[in-house]
């Protein structure tokens, strides 16, 4: 039989649930023009009459918006996946102010206003340590506030060897900070860093001492390292990157540090994630004394990091809401995690599908080493692919040929999109 005629219909393609999103975001006359590139390629040879969705799909996705998925990889906060879900609250304040809004305006006087007041008062209210703060567009963008306000222009900055970390992407603490102009005045060893050494490396031309939170490694066996409350003596302001946003203790991560631990231990000024345990949108958050936060607050620099009104919306809701939706995962119970695995499975009786324990992360350079207890739904790994472009994507992880479909950061009012993405790749 001739190929071609195994090529399917422009209308049976358009039929595909992977192409309604599409069709939605882009129109019918792109699409169409994607499909009919797709048939061409096909009766050319080019590629099999079954990969013409998939053709098209992949021309399209330059193109085609920001998808949402079901993250059952397993990590709480994948960066790859945008970090921490908004909570409902939140996701209601960024379309309210999508329009005009109040951003920086008294609708009392009629005058110019503080930007962001409100999500700033929020902030302090839920750390009454911080004298002030002050939020920029992510925590990278804080810390080069913050050396390029206090250590720029030949300024010191002294950092243990052992918190000389790579953030992701090749991005790394010490090339980041070395581009604002500050020298870095490396002390101790990988190991090992004691008071001292920062003692010791402290001078006229210090600008101040930084702890760095370590990201997705720990180090193990014969270790020290110096805490916040030992270098507060110095004569010189402590700044300390908490890195994964948690604002309070958290008894699920005792070792966790928190931004109202540091400043509880004396720290100066404390840098944060507001898109990590903190549950909100992509933030960087400067907490501490009041002088230090507005002398960063004015520099010139401070206007290039500023965030927009959405992203101050989201933080302000996410402040307010009662739960996230990344603290209700972390608290999560195995045992409540396996019913909805069982109660799933038992949907899909059919297949080849079992429940299974695994262990969940917290990711985005949080907790690293710690393993939460999970459940997982458990299927063969060819499923995979069709499950990631289906409507909705799935996005789970194969281990040992089979894919795993944990449960610990998958909403449990998503468990029923779950089983008919499942039942859809099936098909």
């Known amino acids: 039989m001739d190929h071609r005629r195994r090529i399917p219909r422009t209308d049976a393609v358009l039929a595909d649930p992977r192409m309604r999103a599409v069709l939605s975001a882009l129109g019918r006359a792109q699409v169409k023009a994607a499909v009919a590139a797709a048939q061409e390629r096909a009766r050319a040879g080019e590629i099999a009459p079954a990969d013409v969705v998939e053709s098209a799909l992949t021309a399209l996705a330059p193109a085609a918006p920001l998808r949402p998925v079901i993250n059952a990889t397993g990590v709480l906060l ?11 609250a939140a996701i209601e304040a960024v379309a309210a102010a999508a329009g005009p809004a109040d951003v920086e305006f008294d609708l009392v006087t009629g005058r110019r206003a503080r930007r962001g007041r409100s999500a700033l008062a929020a ?24 050396a390029t306000a206090l250590a720029a222009d ?16 090749g991005f790394r603490i010490p090339e980041l900070l070395a581009a604002t102009g500050a020298t870095l005045r490396e002390v101790g060893t990988t190991n090992r860093t004691t008071p001292a050494d920062y003692a010791a490396a402290v001078g006229p031309r210090t600008g101040f001492v930084l702890k760095v939170h370590p990201s997705n490694f720990r180090v193990e066996g014969f270790t020290g390292a110096a805490g916040i409350a030992e270098l507060t003596g110095l004569g010189v302001p402590v700044v300390a990157d908490v890195g994964s946003g948690l604002l309070e203790p958290e008894p699920v991560l005792p070792d966790e540090p928190s931004v109202r631990g540091a400043l509880r231990e004396g720290a100066d000024l ?28 004015r520099h010139p620099l401070a206007r290039a990091l500023r965030v927009d009104k959405l992203t101050l919306a989201a933080l302000e809701a996410t402040l307010h809401a009662p739960e996230t939706p ?13 019913e909805r695995a069982a109660a799933i499975a038992a949907q899909l009786g059919h297949l080849d599908i079992t429940v299974e324990d695994v262990a969940a992360t917290v990711g985005g350079g949080g907790a690293p080493g710690v393993r939460l207890p999970s459940a997982a739904v ?25 894919l795993l479909l944990d449960l610990r950061a998958v909403p449990e009012g998503r468990d029923g999109d779950l089983v008919k993405a499942i039942t859809a790749a099936v098909r």
């Open 78 to 88: 994948h960066t790859n996946l945008g970090r921490a879900p908004l909570a409902e």
């Open 123 to 146: 902030l302090a209210a839920a750390v009454p340590e911080a004298g002030d703060v002050h939020v920029v567009n992510n925590n990278a963008a804080a810390l080069v506030l913050a």
């Open 154 to 169: 030949g300024g010191e900055i002294v950092i243990s060897r052992g918190e000389l970390v790579e953030i992701g992407d």
């Open 270 to 297: 404390v840098t944060a994630s507001g898109d990590k345990l903190a549950g909100g949108p992509q933030a960087g958050l400067l907490l501490g004394r009041a002088h230090l936060v507005e002398r960063l607050r």
């Open 326 to 338: 990344v603290r209700r995962a972390l608290r999560a119970t195995a045992g409540a995690l396996r």
């Open 378 to 402: 458990s299927l063969p790994a060819r499923f995979a692919t069709p499950l990631r472009t289906g409507e909705p994507p799935v996005v789970g992880r194969v281990e040992d040929g089979r």
